[in-house]
Nanobody, 114 residues
Framework: QVQLVESGGGLVQAGGSLRLSCEAS????????MGWYRQAPGKQREWVAA???????NYADSVKGRFTISRDDAKNTVYLQMNSLKPEVTAVYYC????????WGQGTQVTVSS
């Protein structure tokens, strides 16, 4: 059974940084794609960033230049480095992985205070 467990969320002041981690357990590694989504209160879940097995990355326009996604297949882990944080990025951040089937983590709260 595949499980994705996020960590690294928390409360930070505007302009600060956080690094999210998502460690996968199970037996179907490596995933073709790993990434992050987020869901703010009262809004739909939205895609944030993704990294393919070969290392190519893609970002939502709203986070380009401030967020960096990376993966370490040896550790079955995907990371999201978030810099210059703004209050509007406050949300629950979900790890996502895909290999034929898609998998989701339980989410980690990121709160940015002004």
């Amino acid at each position: 059974q595949v499980q994705l467990v996020e960590s690294g969320g928390g409360l930070v002041q505007a302009g600060g940084s956080l690094r999210l981690s998502c460690e996968a357990s199970g037996s179907i590694f490596p995933f073709n794609t790993m990434g992050w989504y987020r869901q703010a209160p009262g809004k739909q879940r939205e895609w944030v960033a993704a990294v393919a097995r070969g290392g190519s990355t893609n970002y939502a326009d709203s986070v380009k230049g401030r967020f960096t996604i990376s993966r370490d297949d040896a550790k079955n882990t995907v990371y999201l480095q978030m810099n210059s944080l703004k209050p509007e990025v406050t949300a629950v951040y979900y790890c996502h992985a895909r290999k034929v089937t898609e998998y989701w983590g339980q989410g980690t709260q990121v709160t940015v205070s002004s």
